[in-house]
C-alpha cells in the first residue's frame, strides 16, 4: 500500500537553528513528491517539489529537500530557521500516473524567539 | 478569485443532518480533489474529477458520502445523516494538468471546519 510516514510529531528549536524533517515513503513506480507548509489559520502551501532530475530541490523561503532513492526519503532542511517558520509541514507522494497525493501526518515546527 | 475558495469555512452539524461543503477551484483548472483532515493527521484523499467526470471516489468512507462536479467548475462533497466521526477539516485542491500529466502541483483551499454534534 501506498504510505508516506514523517518521523517527528513535534519539533522545537530556537532561532537560527538548523532544521531537517524526514519523510519516507512507501510507493511502487516512478513518484512525484511534495512539501507543503501550513501556517497557523491558512491555507496548505506548496514548499517545493520533486518531478525528475537534479534531487536536490530548491523551494521557498531558504527550504530545500533531498530525494534519495536508496533510501525512499524526501527530508526537508534549512540551514538556519526563524520564528515566522513556525508551523505545520507536511510531505506527500503521488505516483505520476496518479491524480491523488497521500499525505504524511505532518510535522508541527515551533521555533523560539 | 486568485485561489481555491470554500465554503462555509465552518459548519456545525447534529448528529444526522445532511451538510453540503462548496468548493470553487481556480478558473481553468481541470482537476479537483477533496481530502479529508483528522485533527492531528494529514489530508487524506477522498475523490477526484477531471472537469466534471468523477475518476476516482475510492476515499470516499461509505455511502453517505458523494461528490459532484456537474460543470466542470464547482464542486459540491455531500455528507448525508452526518455521525461524529465525519468531524474534520474537508480541503479541496484544484490542479491545471490533469492526471498523468507530470507537473500536477495542487493549490489547496483553507478548508471547511465541520464539526458533527
Known amino acids: 500500500a501506498q504510505s508516506v510516514s514523517q518521523h517527528n510529531h513535534h519539533v522545537i528549536l530556537s532561532e537560527a537553528a538548523s532544521l531537517e524533517l524526514g519523510c519516507n515513503y512507501s510507493y511502487g513506480g516512478t513518484v512525484n513528491l511534495f512539501w507543503y507548509v501550513q501556517y497557523p489559520g491558512q491555507h496548505l502551501q506548496l514548499l517545493l517539489k520533486y518531478f525528475s532530475g537534479d534531487p536536490l530541490v530548491k523551494g521557498i523561503k531558504g527550504f530545500e529537500a533531498e530525494f534519495i532513492k536508496s533510501k525512499f526519503s524526501f527530508n526537508l532542511r534549512k540551514p538556519s530557521v526563524q520564528w515566522s517558520d513556525t508551523a505545520e509541514y507536511f510531505c506527500?507522494?503521488?505516483?505520476?500516473?496518479?491524480?491523488?497525493?497521500?499525505f504524511g501526518d505532518g510535522t508541527t515546527l515551533t521555533v523560539k524567539p | 478569485g486568485a485561489g481555491v475558495s470554500q465554503s462555509p469555512r465552518y459548519k456545525v452539524a447534529k448528529r444526522g443532518q445532511d451538510v453540503a461543503l462548496r468548493c470553487d477551484p481556480i478558473?481553468?483548472?481541470?482537476?479537483l480533489f477533496w481530502y479529508q483532515q483528522a485533527l492531528g493527521q494529514g489530508p487524506e484523499f477522498l475523490t477526484y474529477f477531471q472537469n466534471e467526470a468523477q475518476l476516482d471516489k475510492s476515499g470516499l468512507p461509505s455511502d453517505r458520502f458523494f461528490a459532484e462536479r456537474p460543470e466542470g467548475s464547482v464542486s459540491t462533497l455531500k455528507i448525508q445523516r452526518t455521525q461524529q466521526e465525519d468531524s474534520a477539516v474537508y480541503l479541496c485542491a484544484s490542479s491545471l494538468a490533469i492526471q498523468g500529466q507530470k507537473n500536477t502541483e495542487a493549490f489547496f483551499g483553507q478548508g471547511t471546519r465541520l464539526t458533527v454534534v
Open positions: 478558473s481553468g483548472h481541470v482537476s
Open positions: 506527500a507522494a503521488k505516483s505520476t500516473n496518479a491524480g491523488k497525493s497521500t
